[in-house]
C-alpha cells in the first residue's frame, strides 16, 4: 500500500521527547514540501473516499396512500471532487484542510404498500453531496519500538448538503420523506469519513517503522539516528535533530567531540533539507579508532615500485646515515597508528572541507629471520582536503559520497633508537605512506557512501551540497513514487 503524501510528512516529523543535546544531523521540510506532499496525499485521500461504501437506507413511513416500506439500496459513489486544501504546520504537526468538497451518487429505490393491494414500485435517484473537513496530524514514539508514528488527534466533517433526486415510478411519493433519506445518508458518511482519514496513516506508519534509527557497521561501529529533541516547527518549516554520531560497541575513552549549533535558514525554498555537522565524520573517527581499525602495517610490498623512497634502509643513506650503517641494505616495515581519542579533526568552513589526520609511525627493520627492531617513531599531522556529493545509490537510498586528498603532511620525532636525525627530508615518504595506506580505506569508504534515512519511495531531486561554518546541507527537492 502506497504511503502517500504522508510518508513524506513522515520524514521530517521524527519526534519525540528526550534529553536536549546539539544533534549532530537535522532533517527539515520546508511549506514547498509540505505542499507537495499535499498534492501527493490529497487524491489518494479523495479516491479512498470515493470508495467509501454507504449501507443501504431501510425504513417505513406513512404517505397520502397509506404506510409502506421503503429502500435506498446499492448506493454507489460516481465522483468525488475538491475545490481547495491546505496543509499548514501546527506546534505538534500539520492541519488538514478540505474546502468545497462535493460528491455525487448513485442508487436504486423502491417502495412497498403495506396494506392491500400492496402496491409496489422502483426507480433510481441521484443523491449530490457536499462537504467540508479537517484534520490534525500528530507525531508521537511508539513506546514499544520508540519509532516515531502519525495519529491523528482531531478529525471533523461538515456535511453541509445532501440532495436527492428521485427517477421513475412514484418518485413523488420519495419527494414527501426525501428529508429522512437526506439524513441517514448524511449520518452514513459521518460515521466514515474520519476513518478513512486514519486509515492514511497505516502505511506511512508502517514506512517510519522501517526508518533505520541505528545502523550497524563494521567492527561493532554503529552510526546512530537515534531523536534528540521535539522538531522545531515554525508556520515556515518542520526541522527534526537526530544524534548523528558514530558509536563504537566498547568505549574506551570518552568521546572529545560535541556537536555545534547549527543557525537555521531563514527561508527554505527547497523541499527537503538535511544538515550534518562536523560531528558526524569526527565521531566516525574516533569511533572506528576505539574499535582498533584504524592501525596500519606498511610492508615494502605495499610501496609503489615508481617511488624514488623504498621501504629499505639503504634508501635512507643520505637521509639518516645512522640507520643505513647500522643496519646495511636491509627491508622495513611501517606501523601506522591512530595518535590520540581523536585521530582525525573535520571541520567544515563555506569555502571549504578540511581534514587532519593525527598519526603515529613506528619504522621497524627486519632481521632475517624476520625479527622486527624498532628503529624510530615519528609523530605525524596530514592536512588534506575533502569533496562531498550527495545522489541516490543504486539502491535508490539517498548517499552521502566523500573523498579526500592529501595536501601535506608534518613530521616531528617522537623517539629514536640511532640517534638524533633532521626529519624533514621524511615528509615526502610519511606523505606516500597516508596516501597509500591511510586514504584508500577512508576514501572506500567514501565512495560506498553513507546513507540518509528516507522514507521508502522518496527520493531526492537536483541535490545541492552547501559547504557552511561547522556543517554542511543538503537542499533537495523531492519526488514520491509509491511502493508495492
Not at 314 to 321: A, G, L
Not at 347 to 363: G, I, K, Q, R, S
Not at 390 to 419: H, P, Q, W
Request: with cysteine; net charge negative.
Amino acid at each position: 500500500m502506497s504511503t502517500g503524501g504522508w510518508g513524506i510528512i513522515a520524514l521530517a516529523m521524527l519526534a519525540t521527547t528526550v534529553v536536549g543535546v546539539n544533534p549532530g544531523l537535522m532533517l527539515g521540510i520546508s511549506n514547498p514540501g509540505l505542499d507537495y506532499a499535499r498534492q501527493v496525499a490529497v487524491p489518494i485521500l479523495l479516491k479512498d473516499i470515493k470508495g467509501v461504501n454507504l449501507p443501504d437506507i431501510n425504513g417505513d413511513v406513512h404517505t397520502p396512500v397509506g404506510s409502506v416500506d421503503y429502500s435506498i439500496s446499492s448506493i454507489q459513489i460516481e465522483d468525488v471532487t475538491l475545490k481547495s486544501s491546505s496543509l499548514v504546520f501546527t506546534k505538534t504537526g500539520v492541519d488538514l484542510g478540505l474546502s468545497g468538497a462535493a460528491m455525487s451518487a448513485t442508487a436504486h429505490w423502491h417502495y412497498r404498500e403495506n396494506s392491500f393491494p400492496h402496491i409496489s414500485d422502483s426507480g433510481t435517484v441521484d443523491i449530490s453531496i457536499s462537504f467540508s473537513g479537517s484534520a490534525t496530524i500528530d507525531c508521537i514514539v511508539d513506546p514499544a519500538t520508540r519509532s516515531p508514528q502519525l495519529t491523528m488527534s482531531a478529525c471533523s466533517f461538515d456535511i453541509s448538503s445532501v440532495d436527492v433526486h428521485f427517477h421513475g415510478g412514484a418518485s413523488w411519493l420519495y419527494n414527501i420523506f426525501k428529508s429522512l433519506i437526506e439524513d441517514a445518508v448524511k449520518d452514513a458518511l459521518q460515521t466514515q469519513l474520519c476513518p478513512i482519514v486514519k486509515n492514511e496513516l497505516g502505511p506511512a506508519n508502517a514506512a517510519l517503522k522501517k526508518l533505520p534509527m541505528n545502523v550497524s557497521l563494521t567492527h561493532g561501529v554503529v552510526a546512530s539516528y537515534a531523536l534528540t529533541g521535539n522538531p522545531i516547527v515554525t508556520p515556515d518549516y518542520l526541522v527534526t535533530p537526530h544524534s548523528g554520531s558514530f558509536v563504537p560497541a566498547r568505549v574506551t575513552a570518552p568521546c572529545p567531540f560535541t556537536a555545534p549549533v547549527v543557525p537555521l535558514l531563514t527561508t527554505l525554498p527547497r523541499m527537503l533539507y538535511v544538515w550534518v555537522t562536523a560531528y558526524e565524520p569526527n565521531t566516525a573517527g574516533w569511533a572506528f579508532q576505539q574499535a582498533g581499525t584504524l592501525d596500519y602495517l606498511v610492508t615494502p610490498a605495499d610501496i609503489p615500485a615508481s617511488s624514488p623512497v623504498q621501504l629499505n634502509t639503504s634508501t635512507f643513506s643520505d637521509i639518516i646515515p645512522a640507520l643505513s650503517t647500522k643496519y646495511p641494505n636491509m627491508n622495513m616495515t611501517v606501523e601506522v597508528i591512530a595518535r590520540g581519542a581523536a585521530p582525525a579533526n573535520v571541520t567544515v568552513t563555506p569555502a571549504a572541507l578540511n581534514v587532519t589526520l593525527f598519526f603515529d609511525l613506528h619504522f621497524n627493520v627486519l632481521t632475517a629471520n624476520k625479527t622486527s627492531i624498532p628503529v624510530f617513531i615519528l609523530n605525524s599531522t596530514g592536512n588534506g582536503a575533502g569533496n562531498v556529493t550527495c545522489n541516490s545509490s543504486k539502491s535508490g537510498e539517498a548517499t552521502l559520497y566523500f573523498d579526500i586528498a592529501l595536501l601535506n603532511a608534518f613530521v616531528t620525532v617522537a623517539s629514536s633508537n640511532i640517534g638524533p636525525f633532521d626529519v624533514s627530508p621524511l615528509e615526502a615518504l610519511v606523505e606516500i605512506l597516508i596516501q597509500g595506506a591511510v586514504l584508500p580505506d577512508i576514501n572506500r569508504a567514501g565512495a560506498d557512501g553513507v546513507a540518509i534515512p528516507m522514507v521508502d519511495g522518496v527520493k531526492l531531486v537536483n541535490p545541492q551540497v552547501v559547504f557552511a561554518s561547522g556543517h554542511i546541507r543538503i537542499d533537495s527537492d523531492v519526488v514520491y513514487t509509491p511502493t508495492q
